[in-house]
């Protein structure tokens, strides 16, 4: 039996294989005896379930080239904006090839960088995007077992990291002009994928071991008014988010988290059931939520509007919970990292900001050495920030609120819209030309 209950959500009672408690005891335990294993990988997009952009690894390089402290590099079949995956001796890609209609995940030796294996599908229906976001931008995600990869209207896979295909599942084709770049998580024994944006976008957890749906919330259409909630920004008439869900400890509860057009909903990650939501945002959502000190930041882009709120909440926590919103803000594409209740960030332009997470105030703001403009994420390693830009340079700054310190500018010449990913004393970049690993070693 389905039924459709409030928010639009769509959920399937047969399919709920575990008890809530079970499931969050079992998560709980099961990061604390593999903390040490985690600091080893580097299993999704932004590192953990909560999208922290965070590394306790502290001996990484700081300065490299095209010939400095290059341990290898492969080149790419085509261009491509996902970010790697690393379990263990293993880096896991996602990758289109345009002309061949082929959307799959390739599979590289960490030691050496030669390819292991790869899988795929093939699909060659039309499908909208944008000129500077190639198909398979989604970033795969793996606990050590399986690796589950978004194809975007060609589905969602999961293999084993041995590259034995398990299930694929098909949810129709997505429709947005723009494309789409959505990441998949993994929690608990669940795979959290968001089939958008577009009409008829939805949130879907599926059974880890057949692909099965055990929850679904459908996406309320948002449409736009003369006067949309005091947002002013220019969007083009462009609608959708492109935001990757996150996962949160609100005291003794898991929340996940997720930036829509307009406003941010966290919802109980196992049964799918809507925990609160708080207006504020624009139509247009490219950044994923932020989470510390028990608040989430969720951004618009293209001078959209962003808000802090306190998690723990129930129903519409907007007025009770919202504890800032700034109209007209600085949230670009690429998400921010969160150093001691103060959060870091870059516009798409190019310039970076340091903002306080409590008031939303800016501490300031300063234009980036050199770099173009930037879609790639940041990454926080102990005190310092390394930010990539599209160009293929990464400055490294301080995580420090009163001042903009740069530490290195690195350049490696090649496009990117990627992130940087940490594992070890290793960096890994995916440019639109090739896969680098950076090691002083």
Not at 272 to 286: A, I, K, T
Not at 358 to 366: A, D, R
Request: glycine share 12%; proline share 5%.
């Amino acid at each position: 039996m389905v039924w459709r209950g409030i928010a639009g959500r769509r959920y399937n009672p047969a399919m709920k294989t575990n008890h809530p408690l079970i499931v969050s005891l079992a998560f709980g335990f099961m990061v604390s005896m593999t903390a040490s294993a985690w600091a080893q990988n580097w299993p999704a997009w932004r590192g953990d379930v909560a999208g922290s952009g965070q590394t306790s690894q502290t001996q990484l390089p700081v300065e490299w080239g095209k010939e400095k402290n290059v341990k290898w590099r492969i080149k790419l079949p085509e261009r491509g904006n996902s970010t790697p995956a690393v379990w263990g001796d293993r880096v896991f890609v996602t990758q289109a090839i345009e002309g061949d209609g082929w959307r799959g995940l390739m599979c590289f030796n960490r030691a050496d960088g030669k390819p292991l294996w790869k899988q795929g599908v093939t699909y060659k229906k039309p499908e909208r995007t944008h000129r500077t976001n190639p198909y398979c931008s989604a970033s795969p995600t793996t606990n050590g077992k399986i690796v589950v990869a978004s194809y975007g209207s060609a589905g969602v896979a999961c293999y084993t990291v041995e590259g034995e295909k398990l299930w694929h599942r098909d949810f129709g084709p997505m429709d947005h002009v723009w494309g789409n770049s959505a990441s998949p998580v993994l929690f608990g024994d669940l795979v959290i994928h968001y089939h958008g944006p577009g009409k008829g976008a939805f949130l879907v957890a599926l059974n880890q071991k057949d692909g099965k749906t055990v929850w679904r919330f459908d996406e309320p259409e948002w449409k736009p008014t003369s006067r949309t909630d005091g947002f002013r920004g220019r969007t083009g008439g462009v609608i959708g988010s492109f935001s990757t869900p996150i996962i949160v400890k609100a005291g003794k509860r898991d929340e996940l988290v997720m930036s829509f057009p307009m406003e941010v909903r966290a919802f109980d990650p196992t049964s799918g059931d809507e925990l609160w939501r708080c207006g504020g945002l624009n139509p247009l959502v490219y950044t994923s939520p932020i989470f510390a000190d028990d608040i989430v930041i969720a951004m618009g882009g293209y001078q959209g509007n962003s808000v802090g709120v306190k998690v723990g909440g129930s129903g519409d926590v907007t007025e009770s919970k919202r504890l800032w919103r700034e109209q007209r803000h600085a949230g670009g594409i690429g998400t921010g990292v969160v150093k001691d209740g103060k959060l870091y960030f870059t516009n798409s332009g190019g310039v970076a900001f340091c903002l306080d997470i409590k008031s939303g105030e800016t501490l300031w703001k300063e234009r980036m050495p050199g770099q173009s403009r930037s879609w790639g994420s940041y990454l926080l390693a102990g005190d310092l920030i390394y930010s990539l830009s599209q160009s293929g340079e990464t400055v490294v700054f301080k995580a420090d609120p009163k001042k903009f310190d740069v530490v290195a500018h690195n350049k490696l010449g090649e496009v990117t819209n990627s992130s940087i990913v940490p594992v070890g004393s290793d960096l890994f970049i995916r440019t639109h030309d090739a896969l680098w690993c950076i090691s002083e070693k």
